[in-house]
């Protein structure tokens, strides 16, 4: 079966630095890979995707994530964190499950820019 | 372009009653899904629909949980007898195709408390 890990609950970093939000995922196959981020009272934005290729993705809001196959990790990244970016992030998999591709979500990661 | 949309947004219900939640997606968009996000979770599918076939609901509780999709367009997903843990949030989201590797739009979801 396949499974997303997102090893923190919360993350802390200041304004103007750069911030990681990890996640480790388990699938057989190729996977396909997604993050997501989720406002208050809103649902989920898609920040990003790996399908193939370039394993550093560039996505929105000048998020990026580095797909490494050896360490199954696909980590977010931002070299500068504004305050506005505090929210929840969720990394999604894809992969081949019984000939079905279930999207795969981890528990999420609270993102906290301090001023 | 019009987002996901979803409703209601909230619903308070008591246990064995019955609910029922709607949604339409991005115009021409072929995939549907509707997740549930227990407080403190990543999403967990609960059904997949392409056009108005059913992809994939083995996730799906289907001895009180029934989703429809008729027409191909808007979906109704439907509680009956709704028990204490079926509180969460319910969330659509609809995709161009029905490929794996799509982006997924989400709605803003329905929050559902049963007492």
Redesign the interface.
């Known amino acids: 079966a396949q499974s ?1 890990a997102q090893p923190e609950d919360q993350v802390n970093v200041a304004e103007g630095n750069p911030l990681t939000v990890k996640c480790t995922y388990s699938v057989s196959g190729n996977p ?1 890979l ?1 993050w ?1 981020v989720q406002y208050p ?6 920040l990003l ?1 790996y ?1 193939t290729g370039d394993n550093l993705v560039k996505g929105s809001y000048g998020f990026e994530a580095e797909f490494n196959k050896s360490q199954t990790s696909f980590h977010l990244k931002k070299p500068s964190a504004l305050v506005s970016d505090s929210a929840l992030y ?1 990394c ?1 998999v ?1 992969g081949e499950s019984g000939g ?9 990661t609270s993102l906290i820019v301090h001023p | 372009e019009a987002g996901v949309a979803q409703s209601p947004r909230y619903k308070i219900i008591e246990k064995r009653q019955s609910v029922a939640f709607w949604c339409n997606p991005i115009s021409g968009h072929a995939t549907l899904y509707w997740y549930q996000q227990i407080l403190g979770q990543g999403p967990k599918l609960l059904i997949q629909f392409q056009n108005n076939g059913v992809v994939d609901d083995s996730q799906l509780p289907k001895d009180r949980f029934s989703a429809e999709r008729l027409k191909g367009v808007d979906s109704t997903l439907k509680i009956q007898p709704a028990k204490l843990e079926d509180s969460a949030v319910y969330l659509c989201a609809s995709s161009f195709g029905g490929l794996s590797t799509d982006t997924q739009y989400f709605g803003p979801g329905t929050r559902l408390t049963v007492l």
């Open positions: 997303v396909y997604f997501y009272n809103r649902g989920l934005q898609f995707k399908i969720f999604a894809r079905s591709y279930i999207p795969t979500f981890g528990r999420g």
